[in-house]
């Protein structure tokens, strides 16, 4: 059997909000690793993976830095993977929240174990992401008929959340939490902070969601924080 690195979405937060197929993926896997920050404490992912798997499971650590840091963390995290199938594991799954092909770690994991492990298969399992789970915490469609969705993180920039605000229909920004005002300005100057959705936690006990329009564009806000801005809908069909 081909040693198999499995990456497996496991949702936002929300222990619930785990497919069959990532609990059975999780169950089955000789090894499963979770990602750690370098701070050390138990992470996202892991507390979502003990809360619906028994066994045993071992960290990941990845730097929250750029630079040198961030990439000899990328590296021990492949060399480690590659002793699981040196060590005899043939099935190694990866716990990542959200979805692993959706800005996930788990693109650059998977990146470092081919290059050390030319004939391991890679495959995932999809996961339910932020951007669904506010939806559906908040009572938002986000898309409907011929509207348009564009997903983009916050590091790209103020400049490229404008654009997409003139450019789509619906736009959903992530880790916005550090620029908070000058996203808030973008969404007013675009008058479209009207039905704007915040929402950070998300699935876990402090869960925050709420009208954009009512943040406190002062006030501190999670990095991991997403914002929902749809068009305005003229009734039943009005957008087909």
Known sequence: MRPTLYGVGVGPGDPDLVTVRAVRVLRDADVVVVPVADTGEEGRAERIVRANVDREVRRLVFALTDGPRRDDAWDAAGEAVARCYAEGGRTVAFATIGDPNVYSTFTYLADTVRALVPAVRVETVPGITAMQALAAGSGTVLVEGRESLALMPLTAGVGALRRALDAHDTVVAYKGGRV????????????????AVYGAALGLPDEDIRAAADLDPGAAAPYLSALLVTPKRTGRGGRL
């Open 180 to 195: 908070l005002p000058q996203v808030l300005d973008a969404v007013r100057d675009a008058g479209r902070l009207d039905g």
